[in-house]
């Protein structure tokens, strides 16, 4: 699960950095701003934290203990996330012409 969440932090890190950052901070505006994938960056390292429940798939596979204490998968999901958003902004990232 921390995996998981941390690649949509990456998404969603990238998401903000290239289109959504100059349109502001609330949805409504035009373009959209950085409200919606704030939230969800949010919404990804509080689940990747703190686990799916006892119901979810993670929880039945018990050879990982390293994710069974909540920060560890906060480090896991914030470095893994946050870093992989700029290696990828690093590696493919250019910004456009200027008119």
Request: hydrophobic letters at 55%.
């Amino acid at each position: 699960m921390p995996l998981a969440a941390a690649g949509l932090v990456a998404l969603m890190t990238v998401a903000i950095v290239t289109v959504h950052r100059k349109n502001g901070f609330f949805v409504y505006n035009a373009g959209q701003g950085i409200e919606y994938c704030l939230m969800l960056i949010v919404l990804a390292i509080t689940v990747g934290s703190f686990g799916g429940g006892k119901y979810s798939i993670d929880h039945a596979h018990t050879f990982v203990t390293w994710f069974d204490r909540p920060m560890h998968a906060f480090l896991t999901v914030t470095v893994v996330g946050f870093g992989g958003a700029l290696l990828q902004l690093a590696a493919v990232y250019r910004p456009g012409k200027v008119k």
